[in-house]
T-cell receptor, first 111, second 115 residues
Framework: EDKVVQSPLSLVVHEGDTVTLNCSYE??????LLWYKQEKKAPTFLFML????IEKKSGRLSSILDKKELFSILNITATQTGDSAVYLC???????????FGQGTTLQVKP | ETGVTQSPTHLIKTRGQQVTLRCSSQ?????VSWYQQALGQGPQFIFQ???????GRGNFPPRFSGLQFPNYSSELNVNALELDDSALYLC??????????????FGPGTRLTVL
């Protein structure tokens, strides 16, 4: 059965800290791996990765994929209270565009 | 550019009733996917519509059905509501439903409560 596992499930840090969120997967017919940030309702798209070893970066956030070891990490440097959210990892599978989500990591950044 | 919109925002129904949720895709997108998100869980794929046809379905019973219209908007219908159907229902749009390599952009969701 396809599965996506995120760790840790929750994390509390202070402003300025650097955090690393993990996502491992076992999915047949892998197509892509996506990261989303969910604050209240709508998950907001962060990154999509399809190739191993190529880092994607946006401001203080970056992500990389390892297709051999079947995992991805999301790094956030110099965290701010606005980074507090649930971070979701999802894997695109097959030709239908189906996304298989992990349970999410809840990040709380304290002032 | 208009983002993904969903209606209604909240809905309260009783067991056995039927519900219709609506979604308008982001401008330029032709594919709509629906997800169910229970509290504290990641979203679960219900189905996807591409060119007005179902293009993949998750592990949901037939009482979950959908439609896509020529303008790419979509409806999710749930019959014979059960208590476990209480969840946030998310719609996501993307450009082209094939290959699974298109980013999906989510709407704000509809919170359904079944009493």
């Amino acid at each position: 059965e396809d599965k996506v596992v995120q760790s840790p499930l929750s994390l509390v840090v202070h402003e300025g800290d650097t955090v690393t969120l993990n996502c491992s997967y076992e999915v047949t017919n892998f197509r892509s791996l996506l990261w989303y940030k969910q604050e209240k309702k709508a998950p907001t798209f962060l990154f999509m990765l399809t190739s191993s070893g190529i880092e994607k970066k946006s401001g203080r956030l970056s992500s990389i994929l390892d297709k051999k070891e079947l995992f991805s990490i999301l790094n956030i440097t110099a965290t701010q209270t606005g980074d507090s959210a649930v971070y979701l990892c999802a894997v695109g599978s097959g030709n239908t565009g189906k996304l298989i989500f992990g349970q999410g990591t809840t990040l709380q950044v304290k002032p | 550019e208009t983002g993904v919109t969903q209606s209604p925002t909240h809905l309260i129904k009783t067991r056995g009733q039927q519900v219709t949720l609506r979604c308008s895709s982001q401008s330029g997108h032709n594919t709509v996917s629906w997800y169910q998100q229970a509290l504290g869980q990641g979203p679960q794929f219900i189905f996807q519509y591409y060119r007005e046809e179902e293009n993949g379905r998750g592990n949901f019973p037939p009482r979950f059905s959908g439609l896509q219209f020529p303008n790419y908007s979509s409806e999710l219908n749930v019959n014979a509501l059960e208590l476990d159907d209480s969840a946030l229902y998310l719609c996501a749009s993307s450009l082209e439903g094939t290959a699974g390599t298109r980013a999906q952009y989510f709407g704000p969701g509809t919170r359904l409560t079944v009493l």
